[in-house]
């Protein structure tokens, strides 16, 4: 069968999409985002027709209110929501930081597992059911869309969690989560367990049912499928499917099974532009470091590649033989820029406006500059070059920070002897040299010597860009730095380099993390 896309829209059937990449997402090991990295997925996001964007958890930390706000600011069109506790100071947070958007929404939650209770939050069932209640009241009363969640629902006593969700759905809640927390839940156990709650508490009939799944046991999108054939109406989930743990629910597999498979589930349909998955995915894929698995659902590269010789003959004949989806309806279509050493700022300017991404004087003057030093070493520019070079520029978010300004290895001895210059966010340069077993780790040492840290390497992953010899190359690095794991990614038509400025960034990141006080408050 092929995909049907032909799709009873009434507004009762319609899945909203509840984006989670930039709380859920960020919180994964060694994700690390800036202000401006953030902004640039959530226009992505838009661009992407989600519904909703979390957009982080506000009390955390400066940075991450400050993200929120920006968001808040400057994305329309889309709701934005920030996460709180089921607290004052977590709720009024959350309502400072939204409050300019003109669809803002403030996400409160708290357990209602007894394993919860008793071990994290040492309360009884009559404390948390009055926390949610004065949470959601006061939610409600700063701002008009009001989220509610039990966290841990599925492991909870469903008479309990009916109790509570009845008590915010009084309080003005529109939007109820249930999700499955630890990902342990099978999708007929969480089908049932949604029916019971809707028999126990008639009142969830009147608002959005919200599920959102986590991947432990690889069923994120199946109990997901589970929730909205139990009456949901919202799926929450992550580009590419990261997040805690083993992850979420992937946004991109969800919407594509709603546009394959739209009859088999009664005409559910979605407002999802699915051409633009495959830039969303890549995009945050590059700005967290998240490599994609090769056969990952949708966005991987074997997603739509055959090399069996009679997978290749049957497709040759026709595409519906082993391709149930056009790959240019998640945007695969190859994209025909290339621009090379003689373009000027014009054409650039024009490229990336046609890749989605809108840049100010300075920052294309910043981009235009990468541009020419990169073109000047390979030629060619192509799209996906482009895509490369502008979002690596972001990853460096102001004049603060650490920056690589030099490096230099030499391996024509026994052992590899590396020299950098490192600039710090004053303008000072620091000088450092290192020996070790190989280029990267005398370039991490040189690196060390220079800042005064000592980091591990944990992970460390090279790839291309493109094809071809002189492709730009992709450099991530995974450290333990201070007892922490930090995550760095670089590009550079020279790997060595591109390895150099992603352990510089894992650095800079471990250092910004000792500056703040971001607290560790968990989430749905």
């Known amino acids: 069968m092929s995909e049907d896309t032909t799709q009873v829209r009434d507004e009762a059937s319609r899945i909203k999409f509840f984006d989670t990449t930039l709380r859920d997402g960020e919180q994964a090991p060694g994700i690390t985002l800036n202000t401006r990295e953030k902004l640039e997925i959530a226009h992505q996001l838009r661009r992407l027709g989600v519904d909703v964007i979390e957009a982080g958890f506000p009390i955390t930390s400066q940075g991450d209110f400050e993200a929120v706000r920006a968001i808040a600011q400057e994305i329309e069109g889309v709701t934005i929501a920030g996460l709180a506790r089921a607290n004052e100071k977590d709720v009024t947070r959350a309502g400072e930081a939204v409050r300019h958007s003109k669809q803002g929404r403030i996400h409160t939650f708290i357990a209602t597992s007894d394993i919860h209770l008793t071990h994290k939050l040492r309360m009884d069932r009559a404390q948390v059911l ?11 009363s700063i701002v008009d869309d009001v989220e509610f969640s039990c966290e841990d629902s599925t492991r909870s006593d469903p008479a309990f969690v009916a109790e509570v969700v009845a008590a915010a759905i009084a309080e003005g809640a529109t939007t109820i989560n249930l999700p499955d927390t630890v990902g342990y839940t099978m999708p007929d156990e969480f089908h049932q367990f949604l029916t019971t709650v809707y028999e126990l508490c008639p009142q969830l009939h009147d608002v959005t049912l919200s599920v ?21 109406r919202q799926v929450e989930g ?11 629910a992937s946004i991109e597999e ?12 009664g005409g559910l349909w979605c407002n999802i532009e699915t051409t633009e998955i495959t830039r969303a995915s890549r995009q945050v894929s590059r700005l967290t470091g998240y490599v994609i698995q090769p056969n990952k659902a949708i966005v991987g590269r074997n997603a739509f590649a055959h090399e069996a010789g009679i997978h290749q003959h049957g497709v040759l004949a026709n595409p519906l033989t082993y391709e149930i989806m056009d790959a240019t309806s998640v945007g695969l279509a190859q ?26 004087r300075d920052e294309l003057n910043a981009a235009f500059d990468r541009f020419k030093a990169v073109a000047d070493r390979k030629g060619r520019i192509s799209a996906a070059d482009i895509e490369a070079l502008v979002s690596d520029e972001m990853r460096t978010e102001g004049p603060e920070g650490l920056r690589l300004a030099e490096c230099a290895v030499t391996t024509g001895g026994d052992v590899p002897h590396a020299r950098v210059v490192v600039v710090d966010a004053d303008g000072n340069e620091h000088s450092g040299e290192g020996t ?3 280029p990267v780790n005398a370039l991490m040492k040189a690196i060390d010597d220079a800042v ?6 944990l992970e460390y992953h090279v790839s291309a860009v493109t094809g071809g010899k002189d492709a730009l190359g992709e450099a991530r690095v995974v450290c333990d730095i201070g007892g922490a794991r930090h995550a760095g990614l670089g590009v550079s038509t020279d790997v060595l ?7 510089v960034r894992a650095v800079d990141a471990s250092r910004k993390v000792e500056e703040g006080e971001r607290v560790t408050a968990g989430g749905v």
């Open 130 to 140: 009055a926390a949610a209640t004065d949470a959601v009241r006061l939610a409600r």
């Open 212 to 232: 959102h799944c986590h991947n432990d046991l690889g069923l994120a999108v199946a109990n997901s499928l589970a929730g909205i054939q139990a009456g949901a």
């Open 452 to 457: 005064g840290t000592s980091g591990v390497l």
């Open 335 to 360: 994209n025909s820029i290339v621009l090379g050493k003689h373009s000027g700022r014009h054409a650039l300017s024009h490229a990336l406006a046609e890749l989605g991404y809108e840049l100010d």
């Open 238 to 248: 992550c580009v590419n499917g990261i997040g805690e743990r083993a992850g979420n």
């Open 497 to 503: 380099e591109a390895s150099a400025i992603a352990y």
């Open 436 to 438: 070790g077993d190989g």
């Open 254 to 265: 969800m919407a594509m099974i709603l546009r394959t498979r739209a009859e088999h589930l």
